[in-house]
Structures are given as structure tokens and as C-alpha cells.
């Protein structure tokens, strides 16, 4: 199989992986780390991941190929090895977007710093006067 087809096929699971870990996440899916090991015949393997590196999943199981994808409070992280190629793709949870996105930015404006004034009785009914 040329390079080209190799590396092509290496970014297409990768970015396959990484949507179905994202998706899993926004839907509330349990957290994960996982590795997904292809052998040098197409074959796929899964298993849990912790603990594990990407060389020594790829030496202990003869994959040519392996993914650990990392889902934890709605972050996702895929990395990737194959021969020579890497890939490493992330994302942030919607919580710690929204938060960098606003960073400093209040999502109000004080106009003004004084207290709501109290009813006012006239003539046995009560309304409210503002200042």
C-alpha cells in the first residue's frame, strides 16, 4: 500500500475516533480511556488504556497502529501512532470554552448601586415609586 493511502487512512480513523469520543461526550457518556490497536493484518482490538503509553500497547499487542482516546468531564483527547506518522487532536470541555470565551467579560452591567425603594402605603393600597 503506497504512503500516501497509509497516512490517508491513519488521519481518517483518527478524526472518526475523535467525533465518536466528542459526541459520546456531549450526550453525557461516562468517561473512558481506551486504546483502539490495529494489527498488521486490519485486524482491531480494543482495551482499557490506563497506565498504558502508545509504544508499549503498539510493542505488547504487535499493533501497527494505535489510538488511546481520553474522554473525562466532557474533554476529549485522541493521540495516534502509526510507523513514523502522530496525531494528536483535543478538545475542550463546553464549560471551559464558555469560560475562556467570556474570560473576564461579566454577563451583566450595574447601572446603578442602590437598593429597590420600599412600598409606599396611599390610600390603603400599596404601589412602588422609583427613583
Known amino acids: 500500500m503506497p504512503d500516501k493511502l497509509i497516512v490517508r487512512a491513519f488521519w481518517a480513523d483518527a478524526e472518526s475516533l475523535f ?16 486504546a483502539v490497536l490495529i494489527g498488521p493484518q486490519g ?7 490506563a497506565g498504558w503509553d502508545l509504544e508499549g500497547l503498539r510493542a505488547e499487542y504487535g499493533a501497527e497502529t494505535a489510538y488511546r482516546v481520553m474522554r473525562e468531564r466532557g474533554r476529549v483527547r485522541l493521540e495516534g501512532k502509526s510507523g513514523s506518522q502522530t496525531c494528536l487532536l483535543e478538545t475542550e470541555s463546553a464549560s471551559q470554552t464558555a469560560r475562556q470565551l467570556l474570560g473576564s467579560h461579566p454577563a451583566y452591567t450595574v447601572l446603578a448601586e442602590r437598593p429597590w425603594p420600599a412600598p409606599r402605603q396611599i390610600t390603603g393600597q400599596t404601589c412602588t415609586k422609583f427613583a
Open 19 to 34: 467525533e465518536t469520543a466528542r459526541s459520546g461526550a456531549q450526550t453525557g457518556s461516562t468517561d473512558c480511556d481506551l
Open 43 to 49: 485486524q482491531i482490538h480494543m482495551r482499557e488504556a
